[in-house]
């Protein structure tokens, strides 16, 4: 523990303020509404995603780590590198995700057809950003305190950097030295926490499950669906110590065409989505393609500002117009001409009835 006079802590931010407001720092821009509203987000940071499984973690963790990594985003991103630490996926499986997002071909096409020339000149160009040398990966999986050492010696080899991201997918694939998993856990982010403090160009983006309750609270037009801090998988310790958290919902996946029940004035950049309104005013979300986005945390937002509800879509959305049910209209009846028959008298018609012949029996 240092303990150090307050003024050269004041001392110090200030001078990084300045550097923020003349531009020699700047925030890092990762392309997401959600997180970007001051222009980015802070070094010495830490993001928690969470989501169940097929909520699209590991995708929205490539799709981030892309746009971070841009210089069209991010002008000085060439002067950024990148370690991953993929417990769970291995750098085959990541390569499918990334040729299936770039080329739009499913993996059967993938694995079964050669690329067309269009789409061999799309990956080349996209890959050989992959292949810079601002890129690294680890797929071993180590204790808490192992993934920390590791990563201390990559921000020392690169402490010029102007940013070095570090990913963790995910949270509950570490190894555990006395059975606890969250003890692990919670090890990890303490350890975490503590690089962040001492390398001004660190950021982590960490991906957790989901904690199985959330199967029980599948509902239609439900707000029981809404992740809280409760959802993080094993650990409250994640949630306190990140900088931002936001979950992720695939409610098309889960049964759910109809997705929570909001006050459609607060969240006008999801009016594409809005159902017709209940009888209290309310609508909800039609969840065909697309990701529902659930901001638990932000540090850089102010709370009159703060919106917890956005989309990643993954493909365009129409939404059906309701069909009115026309109103009934009624025709007079048309019925043919009346036949003009002759008048019989009784006994043309029946007889007499006084002849015993004419008897029917």
Sequence with gaps: MAIKNLKESVNTSISLLQDYQTGKSKLIKTNRPWLDKPGGVLLQSIILILGASFSGKTTELQNITDDIMNIDINP?????????????????SLTLKDIKKVTGLNYKNILSSQFSKEHKEELGKYFDKKRDGRYFINHETGTAEEIVNQTEIFLKQHIDKKLVLVEL?????LKSKLGSKKNS??????MMNDLKLRYPNFL???????????????????????????????SDTAFHIASYCYGLQNAKYLGVSEYRKIRPDKYLHLKHRFTDEDSKGRVSLHSDGCIFVEVLKDRMVDDLDFVDLYTIELKEFKKEETKQTPDPTFTEPVF???????FLSHEEAFGDPDDEQDSPF
């Design 76 to 92: 000085d991103a060439k002067d950024f590198v990148v370690v991953t630490h993929s417990l769970e996926m291995s750098s085959f």
């Design 169 to 173: 997918d995910h949270l509950a694939l």
């Design 185 to 190: 856990i919670d090890d990890l982010v303490e």
């Design 204 to 234: 982590l983006i960490v991906l957790t499950q989901a904690n199985r309750n959330i199967y029980s609270k599948i509902q239609e037009k439900s707000n029981e669906m809404k992740l809280s801090r409760n959802d993080v998988y094993q």
């Design 336 to 342: 043919a001409k009346e036949p003009n028959l002759p």
